[in-house]
């Protein structure tokens, strides 16, 4: 499978009205924003953990390869995920 074309310099940033935290009630990290809220699995918490809008797809890349290791499917995941949470306005890719 090929990975969509995606420009890995973006950097991504959390929509206004969105909050990413951990939520101890939940035991997990979310996705907070006016509607509700998102409860993340563990891939996608630590994908968002590196969410800052100062780090590139490319460093969220690396970052998220230095915790699970070299996984050939972490930079396609990685990617899909971005592009998901771009179509559902979590997040800017500008």
Sequence with gaps: MSLPDLDLSIIPTWRQGYRFQFEPAQDAYVLLYPEGMIKLNQSASAIGQH??????????????????????????????YMLVAQREHWIDLA
């Design 51 to 80: 969410i800052d809008g100062k780090t590139s797809i490319a460093e969220i890349i690396q970052n998220v390869k230095a915790i699970f290791g070299d996984i050939p499917e972490i930079e396609q995941d990685i990617i899909e």
